[in-house]
């Protein structure tokens, strides 16, 4: 279950790889990505099949950062998730954020398992300060409905 808790410690962390930024721009990991840089966070976005996004380095796996980032948002298909909280657990990150939709059983079970922290289940642009336009609509309905994590 994730907590507040979790969701605060997550974002603690101020360098963070994005892994499943699109080549196109035009996805949701882009999205995110914009989002974090605009919000303070050091992001560096991750994808295996691109050099440059956006004008932008692009690396091809978490071990090929220019440094140690304290946490991963990953937006991938949750039948990719479990490999990349492994890559992740391998560099030694241990706050993963598995974006809405693309958490699996298995990604959450070796999180767990593993002592990383992990938020699953939730859009992190409704926890991303300031909230703003439909995520801060989204979150507000969440609060009313009493759906926020505690």
């Known amino acids: 279950m994730v907590t507040k808790n979790a969701i605060e410690s997550f974002f603690s962390s101020k360098k963070l790889a994005v892994v499943g930024v699109s080549r196109s721009g035009k996805k949701f990991g882009n999205s995110a990505m914009k989002e974090l840089k605009s919000r303070g966070f050091k992001v560096y976005p991750v994808n295996p099949n691109a050099d440059k996004i956006n004008g932008e380095v692009c690396y091809?796996?978490?071990?090929?950062?220019?440094?140690?980032?304290?946490g991963a948002v990953i937006i991938v298909p949750p039948n990719e998730a479990g490999?990349?909280?492994r890559d992740a657990a391998a560099a030694g990150i241990s706050q993963i954020w598995l974006q809405q939709g693309s958490q699996s059983n298995d990604a959450v079970r070796f999180c767990e398992s593993s002592g990383i922290n992990a938020v699953y289940g939730e859009c992190i642009l409704m926890f991303t300060e300031p909230v703003a336009g439909f995520h801060k609509f989204h979150r507000?309905?969440?609060?009313?409905?009493?759906?926020l994590p505690k």
């Not at 091809?60 to 304290?70: C, F, I, M, T, Y």
């Not at 507000?140 to 759906?147: A, D, E, H, M, Q």
């Open 140 to 147: 507000t309905i969440n609060k009313i409905f009493r759906r």
């Open 60 to 70: 091809r796996s978490l071990n090929s950062l220019p440094e140690k980032v304290d």
């Open 83 to 85: 490999k990349v909280v």
